[in-house]
């Protein structure tokens, strides 16, 4: 099983929302075992989410 959570951490003036997105990612054979995997991410006023670039603000 996956899991994601998002934490926005700055808004610019052109709506664009920049925070991190955590994803704990489950072993299928023991789900009692697990990483987090942590990413820097930008979001569109639109909804798209995707890689913040290098140098975006945090």
């Known amino acids: 099983m996956e899991r994601k959570d998002i934490r926005i951490d700055f808004i610019d003036d ?11 990612v489950e072993n299928p054979d023991d789900p009692e075992q697990y990483v987090l995997v942590e990413r820097r991410i930008a979001i569109l006023p639109g909804g798209l989410v995707f890689d913040a670039p290098y140098g975006a603000p945090h």
């Not at 052109?14 to 704990?24: E, L």
């Open 14 to 24: 052109d709506g664009i929302a920049y925070g991190k997105q955590t994803t704990r």
